[in-house]
């Protein structure tokens, strides 16, 4: 009886070991099938980009300068976003084309990829697929981005900016290239009149210039990881665009294409930037004419001729909810209708 119980006892442990050896060739295969598809989806993105990316460069190889590029960072959960540039500050359709054309000033929302190739995220591997997708269409409907070969991640982009920077320069010969968020207003001409009233500077680094604390606590926003190569505790970085806008001129662009690969990244991108540059004899214009606050601020300053080449809220570090603000912000803040097409840069 004893080894009737053994017996019994021993085959259910088999029945049991069987079963999870089936149950883990089962989900084997699903994630083969899982990767499959995900390598195929990222295949198919990397084709498209590179198709795209092939376009740009065909469309840039006609010799000619640009006065400036001006590449608006954006994310994939901000349609919203780009709506509201594209229906206030951002010509669109012919006009864009006209722009380019006319005036030497190209326009892109700027923004990479997302991973679609993780083993077991599988809502991330579909999600990122999806919203690859969904900027694949936004870009055929309105044609106005610049794809990076760049995985999207907010902790990561000083990568993207410096990225942004090597690709824009190879793509278009301009004399400036700008970076700006896609929650800031800007005014175009007002912003072109300014970057030509420097074309004298060979390296020119301007912005709204600031000296923040260096976050040195764990898991604050803009904690600084590497707080010690700053100097003691309590230190504020050196001098440095804030990041919402700023423009450096051809010649710091291309120093860094050539450097990407050795250019350190910080915690913040616009730090980042500011250390790439630092060491180099570079010209520092801080303006602050590139950092107005929202009306009523920005709206007096048009009003008695002072008008903004950017607003935003301090407090947002952008506009706040600018999906919805945006336009009201253009109504009392944007520069006269055809200052754009009547100026001569």
């Not at 004893?2 to 442990?13: A, C, D, G, P, V």
């Not at 499959?36 to 010799?63: F, G, H, L």
């Not at 610049?146 to 410096?162: F, P």
Request: glycine content about 6%; aromatic content about 8%.
């Amino acid at each position: 009886k004893l080894l009737s119980n053994e017996s019994n006892s021993n085959t259910k442990e088999v029945k049991k070991v069987r079963h999870a050896i089936r149950t883990l060739d089962d989900k084997i295969k699903h994630l083969e099938r899982e990767l499959a598809t995900s390598m195929a989806v990222n295949k198919s993105v990397v084709r498209r980009s590179a198709v795209s990316v092939s376009q740009q460069v065909a469309e840039s190889k006609n010799n000619r300068k640009y006065l400036m590029v001006i590449g608006i960072n954006t994310a994939f959960s901000s349609q919203q976003r780009r709506d509201s540039v594209r229906a206030t500050w951002m010509p669109q359709g012919e006009k864009r084309k006209k722009l380019e054309q006319e005036k030497g000033i190209v326009i892109r929302f700027v923004i990479g990829h997302r991973k679609t190739y993780f083993l077991t995220a599988f809502v991330t591997s579909a999600t990122g697929g999806i919203l690859d997708k969904a900027i694949e269409e936004e870009d055929r409907k309105y044609g106005d981005f610049l794809r990076l070969d760049h995985v999207e991640a907010y902790q990561d982009l000083s990568a993207k900016t410096k990225l942004y920077f090597a690709i824009a320069a190879g793509l278009w010969d301009a004399d400036f290239y700008v970076k700006v968020d896609d929650d800031v207003h800007v005014n175009i001409a007002t912003l072109a009149k300014t970057l030509v009233s420097h074309h004298n500077k060979p390296r020119l680094y301007i912005g709204c210039m600031k000296s923040d604390p260096v976050l040195y606590q764990k898991g604050v926003r803009y904690g600084e990881p590497e707080y010690w190569k700053f100097g003691e505790e309590g230190n504020s970085y050196f001098r440095h665009a804030s990041g919402q806008i700023y423009a450096i001129s051809k010649e710091l662009a291309i120093y860094i294409s050539k450097n990407l690969n050795v250019l350190h990244k910080y915690a913040n991108e616009d730090v980042s930037l500011g250390t790439w540059l630092i060491g180099l004899d570079v010209e520092h214009v801080d303006d602050r004419k590139l950092c107005c606050d929202t009306p009523p601020d920005c709206e007096w300053k048009a009003l008695i001729g002072h008008t903004c080449v950017a607003s935003y809220d301090k407090n947002c570090s952008g506009i706040c909810r600018s999906h919805e603000k945006i336009l009201e912000v253009h109504k009392g803040c944007k520069e006269d209708e055809g200052a754009l097409w009547s100026a001569i840069f």
